[in-house]
């Protein structure tokens, strides 16, 4: 079983930065791309960025230029680094990643961690 947990959520002003975690832990071979989603409410999930196991990088135009994905392929972890954070970005930010582990290649997602962003 593959268990991915995000961390680093939390209130933070307009302007402000938050650094998002997401940490896959489990039978896992290896992590193919990792991508990072968010729901606000009422609204329909949508993608923010994705970041393939090479380090090639793909962001949403909404975000792109304030927002940075990284990852470590040795901890499993890919990584948000948020800047100039506007009220819009408030919403639940969710992890997902494709995962080969035991023989099978699946499609997991964490259990989100809340961002708010006051103005």
């Known amino acids: 079983q593959v268990q991915l947990v995000e961390s680093g959520g939390g209130l933070v002003q307009a302007g402000g930065s938050l650094r998002l975690s997401c940490a896959a832990s489990?039978?896992?071979?290896?992590?193919?791309?990792m991508a990072w989603y968010r729901q606000a409410p009422g609204k329909q999930r949508e993608f923010v960025a994705v970041?393939?196991?090479?380090?090639?990088?793909n962001y949403a135009l909404s975000v792109k230029g304030r927002f940075t994905i990284s990852r470590d392929n040795a901890k499993n972890t890919v990584y948000l680094q948020m800047n100039s954070l506007k009220s819009e970005d408030t919403a639940v930010y969710y992890c997902?990643?494709?995962?080969?582990?035991?023989?099978?290649?699946?499609?997991?997602w964490g259990q989100g961690t809340q961002v708010t962003v006051s103005s």
């Open positions: 970041i393939t196991r090479g380090g090639i990088t």
């Open positions: 997902n990643a494709d995962v080969l582990s035991s023989g099978s290649r699946s499609d997991y």
């Open positions: 489990g039978s896992i071979f290896s992590t193919n791309a």
